[in-house]
């Protein structure tokens, strides 16, 4: 009786350990959390007068610091990261660069995003989704 009710905890604690870990990743919304991070796959490039990086099988690893507005894009591919990066909230599920240009633009929601960015000679461009 012992050997059963051990088995049949531990059974439950990995079911629960198993479904907290699935539950979390791509349910959450980078514009309604005080934490967010997560990776968007899809193609990404980067150019900077010797060097162009161009996959359409890379990723972007989002991450919300802690000022709330403030993001960070830690790319694959060995493309610079982009940190720093001011937010402002833009319909309910939708965030925007504050500053957007027609030559820096970045855009991200649950399921998708959009970049654009050039400074100082240097241009980063993602179209990837979750």
Avoid: H
């Avoid at 193609?43 to 991450?63: A, E, L, P, R």
Wanted: aromatic content about 12%; overall charge negative; charged content about 20%.
């Amino acid at each position: 009786m012992k050997k059963v009710i051990r088995i049949l905890g531990i059974f439950l604690l990995v079911f629960f350990a198993v479904t907290s870990f699935s539950s979390c990743s791509d349910d959450d919304d980078p514009a309604n959390n005080d934490f967010f991070a997560g990776t968007y796959r899809g193609s990404v490039s980067y150019k900077d007068g010797s060097t162009d990086i161009s996959t359409n099988d890379g990723s972007v690893f989002v991450t919300k610091i802690a000022s709330g507005t403030k993001y960070n894009f830690a790319f694959s591919n060995s493309i610079p990261d982009l940190n720093g990066i001011e937010f402002e909230k833009q319909g309910d599920n939708t965030l925007v660069m504050v500053g957007s240009t027609a030559t820096s633009y970045i855009r991200i929601d649950n399921d998708e995003l959009k970049i654009l960015y050039s400074k100082d000679g240097k241009t980063w461009t993602a179209n990837c989704t979750r």
